[in-house]
């Protein structure tokens, strides 16, 4: 059974930093992209920011600069660090993962950057 599990939210002061992980379980076939998507109240779920095999990544303007997405083949785990962080940030953040045939999505978890 495939299990992806999000940890690393929570309430975080404007200005700070995050480190979110995902880590898969069951999968047992190579994972072509990891990602990171997230979800404001009343807004369209949104790339934050990807990562593909071959380490080729893809970061949404709103975060680049301030974002590192990087990933553990090995442990199946992807991270997603990001740096002065502002009150437009809070979102609920998923973990995508998208595979040849199947893509299996997170729970997700809340980020909430107070001003």
């Known amino acids: 059974q495939v299990q992806v599990v999000e940890s690393g939210g929570g309430l975080v002061q404007a200005g700070g930093s995050l480190r979110l992980s995902c880590a898969a379980s069951?999968?047992?076939?190579?994972?072509?992209?990891m990602g990171w998507y997230r979800q404001a109240p009343g807004k369209q779920r949104e790339l934050v920011a990807d990562?593909?095999?071959?380490?080729?990544?893809t970061y949404a303007d709103s975060v680049k600069g301030r974002s590192t997405i990087s990933r553990d083949n090995v442990k199946k785990t992807v991270y997603l660090e990001m740096n002065s962080v502002k009150p437009e940030d809070t979102a609920v953040y998923y973990c995508?993962?998208?595979?040849?045939?199947?893509?299996?999505w997170g729970q997700g978890t809340q980020v909430t950057v107070s001003p």
């Open positions: 995508h993962l998208a595979l040849i045939g199947n893509t299996y």
């Open positions: 069951g999968i047992t076939r190579s994972i072509i992209v």
């Open positions: 990562i593909r095999g071959n380490s080729i990544t």
